[in-house]
């Protein structure tokens, strides 16, 4: 599909909507890494009362606590559920979105994962801007407050790797992970799940979650930022993924470092986290 080149001097910011999807508990083939024998058996899993416990607890203290605080409002995200969740779930997730302009609620039924994040992106790009940056966000997972200001700000290096003709894409390297009771700065050594975007033109149908995010880089150039500390992921029961830190480098940061920049770069408390 032909797009006509971005005109210089037109505000990148104006022409870039900038949308996230947050997947919680969401039925579909493929997409986990933990398989079940049948979708009963997938549903039966996800929707297990203790496990959905534990994802409402870090979704509301990490997740939705991240996006409440973001300094820049000009975004969208939408939660992805299944039109099968049970309605006291449902009922409660409407409750905690409730208030709050920028996050929706999107439910979909069963399909192949790749179909249903592409029909999940579709209706959170609504608008008529030229260029769409898309990201991922896992429901247990928070980033910084400012990670929208961010984004927007790094707007003409991703656009300068692609002229917006192509995909590009940005992530951001630093953060915490809170596993068996500790916090450990980090610094990935490939693309991080975690607040992954990519730019793409409008009508491209390419996401955040169209590759898997460590390799992205081997689809598209991807701006590749160690700083400045971005990412806050949480390692526990119900993880899909295994519970160890990818490679990268671990920089040295004392517990009262720690404290800080989770209150000042995520307004969170540090006990509070730790407790989770």
Known sequence: MYHEPIIAGESLSELVQIAGLVRFSYPCEGGFQRKHASRAAQAAYLYAPARMEERFRFFEALCLHSLKAQTDKGFTVGVLIGEDMPAQYRTRLEGLLAGLPQVSLIALPYMPYAEAMQRAFTRLFNGHAPLHLSFRL???????????AEVRARLPQIFGMSGGLDPAGLSFLQGLTLIKGEIVPSVDARPLGLGLCVMAPAGREITALR???????QYMPVLMDPHPLMNLRAFHGSNDSPVVLPAGRRPEMSTAEIRDVLQRRFALDMDEVLAL
């Open 138 to 148: 896992d429901d247990d997972d928070a980033v910084a407050v400012d990670f929208i």
């Open 211 to 217: 590759f898997e995010h460590q390799k992205l880089h």
